[in-house]
């Protein structure tokens, strides 16, 4: 069973950038496609980012214009969303997904991935 941790958000002004962490642990051994998603008061859970098993591909919604960049380490089982001229919009939680074991297609379908981590709270202020 893999399991997932995000770390990196906080409080940051208009303009500002972060970057989250996505540490997995547990069954590693397979590649799998993983992704970023987040959700903001009141909304429903929107996809950020996807990035495939091998880290070839990537894959953003229209809506971000650039702004993100997903990558991943593999050899530390960390899957990273650097976050730039942050809006405060893009205020919300997110969350580290990952599909199972084996599924390497990066996608943007959220029932998808089977595997959530707990989310880290990104606040973006005016």
């Known amino acids: 069973q893999v399991q997932l941790v995000e770390s990196g958000g906080g409080l940051v002004t208009a303009g500002g950038s972060l970057r989250l962490s996505c540490a997995a642990s547990g069954n590693t051994s397979s590649k799998y496609a993983m992704g970023w998603f987040r959700q903001a008061p009141g909304k429903e859970r929107e996809f950020v980012a996807s990035i495939s098993g091998n880290g070839g591909n990537t894959y953003y919604p229209d809506f971000l214009k650039g702004r993100f960049t997903i990558s991943r380490d593999g050899g530390k089982n960390t899957v990273y969303l650097q976050m730039d001229s942050l809006e405060p919009e893009d205020t919300a939680v997110y969350y580290c997904?990952?599909?199972?074991?084996?599924?390497?297609?990066?996608?943007?379908?959220?029932?998808?991935?089977?595997?959530w981590g707990q989310g880290t709270q990104v606040t973006v202020s005016s």
């Open positions: 997904a990952a599909r199972r074991p084996g599924q390497f297609t990066a996608t943007a379908v959220r029932f998808l991935y089977k595997i």
